[in-house]
């Protein structure tokens, strides 16, 4: 790691560059407690900023996080972490959090992520407000497992699927977003073995692209709500299968 922060301990990490580590940029664990600003963090093997097991941080602003093999904000094991105002480029993933982890998002501008932009799981509770999520890989924002997330007046647009997958028992509130040109990739056009994996699930229901919102049961019923927005130029529209939506 470049910075770790561990133990019960606390940190301020400001107008640095941390690259070319091996591991996180910046690892803060074991309830301990990292302010980020005006960081310049890139190229690691892992995530950017790892908060791990009880820990909390304010993670901006202007801080620019790309070229990580994982996230560039991970967020998990009951974490607590608000993160504004910063630039995710080009990592694996842009933002993720699970484990019952909490998350404040906002004003970020999160792009070209490899897979998606937004990854939340494991009963995480989320607010994204006033992001940028565009031209990930696969989903813009992807919302499962038990989750809940309060998504308002974001732009999440050119995403190779979904724009915002919402599945696995998540409950979803969506306002004042513009969800467009999202699912541009047709079925017959993936080639790689990952992606290829990533749509088996879809051939039965698209066949020429991927919805703008896409609400499925998978694990269980999941729950959206749709107030407000703008969506539209997505491929295949929004589709609502085997669970409770209102519109």
């Known amino acids: ?43 690691g093997s892992r995530d950017g900023l790892l908060y791990y097991e009880d820990c909390t941080g304010e993670v901006g602003p ?17 974490s607590n972490v608000n993160v504004f105002d910063n630039t995710l480029r080009d990592n694996q993933v842009g933002v993720g959090v699970n484990g019952e982890s909490q998350l404040t998002l906002t004003g970020n501008e999160i792009v070209q992520s490899a897979l998606a932009g937004c990854d939340i799981q494991g009963q995480a509770d989320v607010h994204l407000t006033d992001n940028t999520v565009s ?61 290829e994996d990533l749509t088996s699930n879809y051939r039965e229901k698209m066949t020429a692209g991927f919805p703008g919102v896409w609400l499925h049961q998978n694990a269980g019923p999941c729950f959206i709500s749709l107030d407000d927005n703008n969506i539209r130029g997505n491929k295949g529209g929004h589709v609502l299968d085997d669970s409770l939506a209102q519109a």
Not at 62 to 78: D, G, L, M
Not at 136 to 157: K, Q, R, W
Request: charged share 10%.
């Open 62 to 78: 202007s801080n620019v996080i790309s070229r990580f093999k994982q996230c560039a904000v991970a967020v998990s094991n009951q």
């Open 135 to 195: 031209s990930g890989n696969t989903h813009g924002i992807s919302i499962a497992s038990g989750s809940t997330a309060m998504i308002t007046n974001n732009v999440i647009s050119n995403n190779t699927f979904e724009g915002l997958s919402v599945s696995g028992s998540a409950t979803c509130t969506l306002t004042g977003n513009t969800i467009s040109d999202n699912g541009y990739v047709a079925e017959q056009d993936v080639e790689s073995d990952t992606l």
């Open 1 to 43: 790691d470049g910075v770790l922060v561990i133990d019960n301990s606390s940190a301020t990490v400001t107008d640095n560059t941390i690259r070319n580590n091996t591991g996180a940029g910046i690892a803060c664990m074991e309830s301990s407690s990292c302010d980020v600003s005006r960081n310049t963090i890139s190229a």
